[in-house]
Structure formats: structure tokens, C-alpha cells
């Protein structure tokens, strides 16, 4: 991925014919996640779709400082979300689909930078399905099932060279059909998101 460069799927490639895409993506309106640090989180819907946008419009000298001076490697751009989606995918993780990313500038204070993801309808995060096990346990089966799953994801992920660097329940999605019937087996698709933060060695 080259700076000053981006990729739409065709589905927005269309609707956006003609367009400034960077413009486009600062100025989508829809129901608003997070709205600070330079990054804003939404959804929306185009065309009949929804969609979840994550915008860098650029978090500024002061922000990348203050990161530098703690010991922690700044968030500048969008470009670790998507290029931890490829990795997701190149080692079969369930994860987010990619719909539209790209990068404008070069100073780092400044660089404009978006990813666009497919919503995932129909599903709840882990947390949430931990919570209902309080009043209807699931069997130990599932247990183990969910276990292996999650095992498993993290194995794949960590020994390849990636961390999530936010790995909480919260961040699996689960079809929310398997909730509702309380069972889980080795075939349950689970999602891993949220991964501005991710690292690869």
C-alpha cells in the first residue's frame, strides 16, 4: 500500500464515481461509535448496506509525543487495521470484510487515512453471551467448543507474528443464532475485531 492511494470494492467504487473519496469518507454521517484522538468510528448505510467506517483524519505532533515519551507506538493512520484484516485472512481467522481502505499525506502528524468493513449484522460480542451464561449456563461441551475456538485463534494469530494488543471478549463477535441456542461446536464462526492497535512482526 502506497501513500496517496486507496481501494474500493466495486459496491463503493460505484457510488462513488467521480468523487473525492477522502472527502466522501470525512464527511459520512451515520450512528457514531467514537469521535476522538483524531479517529472517528461509525456506521453507515450506502445503497441498501451498512457499513462500519473508521476515519484518521491525523492525531497531530502533541498526540505522537505523548505516545513516544510513554513508550508506546503511536496510532497514526489506519493502515494496521487493514493490513491485520490480510493477515486474518491469509491464516483462515474469522475476521471483518474489508470493503475500503487508503492514505493520503506524509507527514504522520497530518495523514488522512480510512478502512470500511462490512457490518456484522446479527451477531453479539462474547462479553455479552458470557453475561447471559450467568442464568442459563451452556453445557460443558460448548464450553470446551468455545475454549478450542478461542485457543486456537490466538495460537494461529501469535506464533504467525501478530498481537491483537486488545484482546478482550468484547472484541469476538458470535453469530447471535448460536447464542440464542446456547450450543457452540468447532464450526462456529467467530470474528475477531477492532484491531487499529495490532502489530506484525
Not at 496510532?75 to 493477515?87: D, G, K, L, M, V
Not at 460448548?142 to 498481537?163: D, E, P, S
Request: hydrophobic share 40%.
Amino acid at each position: 500500500m502506497k501513500k496517496n492511494s486507496c481501494y474500493l470494492r466495486q459496491d463503493l467504487a460505484q457510488a462513488w464515481a467521480d468523487k473525492p473519496v477522502f472527502d466522501v469518507v470525512a464527511n459520512i454521517e451515520g450512528d457514531i461509535f467514537r469521535d476522538k484522538e483524531g479517529r472517528r468510528t461509525l456506521r453507515f448505510e450506502l445503497n441498501g448496506r451498512s457499513y462500519f467506517l473508521k476515519y484518521h483524519q491525523g492525531v497531530g505532533w502533541a498526540e505522537i509525543i505523548k505516545n513516544l515519551l510513554q513508550l508506546r507506538l503511536p496510532i497514526i493512520s489506519a493502515r494496521n487495521e487493514w493490513q491485520a484484516i490480510h493477515f486474518l485472512e491469509k491464516y483462515g481467522i474469522e475476521t471483518m470484510t474489508l470493503a475500503g481502505y487508503g492514505e493520503k499525506g506524509i507527514n504522520p502528524a497530518t495523514l488522512r487515512s480510512f478502512v470500511i468493513s462490512d457490518d456484522l449484522i446479527n451477531t453479539m460480542s462474547l462479553e455479552y453471551v458470557g453475561e447471559q451464561w450467568q442464568q442459563r449456563p451452556p453445557s460443558f461441551a460448548t464450553k470446551q467448543a468455545l475454549i478450542r475456538k478461542l485457543a486456537n485463534m490466538a495460537g494461529t494469530m501469535h506464533k504467525n507474528g501478530m498481537n491483537h494488543r486488545d484482546f478482550y471478549l468484547c472484541h469476538f463477535l458470535l453469530d447471535e443464532r448460536f447464542a440464542e441456542h446456547n450450543t457452540f461446536d468447532d464450526n462456529t464462526p467467530v470474528y475477531l475485531i477492532d484491531l487499529h492497535r495490532a502489530t506484525i512482526r
